[in-house]
Each structure stands twice: as C-alpha cells, then as structure tokens.
C-alpha cells in the first residue's frame, strides 16, 4: 500500500504513517546489519540492479541487491541513481537537458560505485559472484580487487528455474509485487528515494526472517537456512529490543541511509535525522 492508503486504513495522517515508516526502516537497518555481522561464508551470490524512480521518470535509480543463491537470503542493497534513457519525445528530451543544466546530470558511472559499495562487505565471505552482463559490473568486480569468480548470464536468457540468476530473478519479481511504489503504471511511485531504501529495507527483513521461501513446503525462511534463526519471526521478535545506533555499526552506505542524507535533487528542502531518544 501507499502512504495514503495506510493512512486511510489506520486512520491518521500521511505525515504519520511516513515518520512510522522511516523510525521504522532505521531499525530495520540496525537489525539487517546485526544479522549480517553473524555470517561467515557464503558459497555464491546473485547480484542485479532493480530499477525504478522518485520524484518523476526523469530521475529513475537502482537498488543494487544482492541475495545468497543457496538460500534465497536478501543480503545487502546500495542505491544508483541514473540517467533516464530509452525512447524519448522531442518534448521530453528537452526537458531532460533542462532538468540536468539546472539540477545536474547524473554521474555516468554510478552503477559501478554502486555495485563495487554493494560488494565490499561481501566479497570476503564468497567465492563466487553470478550477475547478468551489465557492463558496469565486471569493472565493479575487478576495482575490489578480490580473488573471486565472476559467472554471467545473459539478461535474455529464459527466467525459470533452471536460470542461474533465478534467486535474484524472484526477489526482483517479490520486490515489484510487495511494493506499490514499484508496480507497473502505478501512482503510488517513491517521491523520495530516501523513502524507498527505507521501505526496502523492511521488505528485506521481512522476507528474510518472516516470509518462507517457498509457499509451498515447509515452513522455512531464508535466515533458518542460514542457521539464523530456529522459527520464522514475529513483529515481536523484530521489535523485541530497542537497538542503538552507536552499538550497531553499519556498513557503508547505510551510514547514509540512517542519517537521511540521500538526496532528492528535485526537491529543494531534504531533512537529515537528527538523533533523538536514541532513535
């Protein structure tokens, strides 16, 4: 649902359910990069860019995510954001160059950062590293300067089981289908990309500790296979203890993502958290 929606359903304000959502996702960071810490080794990872956009088309952006193949475990995400591309009209190609002479243009090589600050609290605990032929990820790979193996599938190869790609194909699928930010021609689009990394990350712990990983079968989530966990977690178990900031080390850039400091370039007023009662 939208922010709307919660609110009508709840009832309350708008302004209400977003300050929830981002007390919220700030935990949600806390606990991801806690569970994270517990993680040894990894045999392979899937790596892809989920793209979608704030404020308008023209300012579209990827989730860099990664996921373990063995157990389907949503690892990490960093955020691109890009140029919009394809097919454009005239009209539109002229507002483009308008926005970028006032606003900017996006950094051409921001999938590679992104996928290279993706990587570097992972390629020591993986030998093997499946992404499909994006360009920007061989050189991502090499500037971490790991001795890992690097498989590519191409991105028109049939997405069924038998793809090698085929866990990171269906989160991308469960993030598009859980989300109505991200459904097609939908309305409830992100306004800030802030807003959307931080509802990503409560979709990455829920599907990690409460979703199974098959609606069929037993009843096992991605965290039990990893030894994680012993049961699939409750809002209780997630909101169990209060987790503090200055206890819980994150990783870059989540650094970032807990302070609020990604911007939104086509809004001129962007707010940071100020640490307040520990949260």
Not at 101 to 112: H, K, Q, S, T
Not at 206 to 234: I, Q
Request: hydrophobic share 35%.
């Amino acid at each position: 649902m939208g922010n709307r929606q919660i609110a009508r359903a709840l009832p309350c304000s708008k302004s209400t359910v977003a300050h929830q959502v981002a007390r919220l996702g700030r935990h949600c960071l806390l606990v991801q990069a806690r569970e994270l810490s517990k993680i040894s080794s990894l045999n392979e990872i899937a790596i892809d860019g989920f793209e979608t956009f704030e404020w308008s088309q023209y300012f579209p952006f990827h989730h860099n995510v990664a996921v373990d193949v063995d157990s389907g475990y949503f690892l990490y995400h960093t955020d691109s954001p890009l140029r919009r591309k394809g097919r454009m009209t005239a009209g539109q190609k002229k507002r483009r160059l308008a926005l970028e002479v006032e606003l900017g243009r996006a950094n051409p090589r921001a999938v590679e950062t992104g996928v290279q600050a993706l990587l570097s609290p992972l390629i020591s605990r993986t030998a093997t590293i499946r992404s499909d032929d994006h360009r920007a990820y061989p050189r991502a790979i090499g500037r971490l300067g790991g001795r890992v193996a690097h498989r590519i599938t191409s991105s028109k190869q049939r997405r069924d089981e038998r793809n090698p790609l085929w866990e990171i194909n269906v989160l991308d699928l469960m993030i598009r289908h859980s989300t109505a930010a991200h459904k097609r021609e939908t309305i409830a689009w992100a306004k800030r990309r802030q807003a959307s990394i931080e509802k990503l990350t409560i979709f990455q712990v829920w599907r990690n500790y409460f979703k199974r990983r098959r609606e069929k079968g037993d009843r096992v989530t991605s965290a039990m296979l990893l030894g994680l966990s012993s049961r699939p977690w409750r809002v209780e178990d997630l909101l169990a203890r209060r987790m503090f900031y200055g206890k819980a080390p994150l990783p870059d850039p989540w650094n970032d993502y807990y302070d609020c400091r990604v911007r939104t370039t086509a809004l001129a007023v962007n707010r940071t958290h100020c640490l307040k009662y520990a949260f």
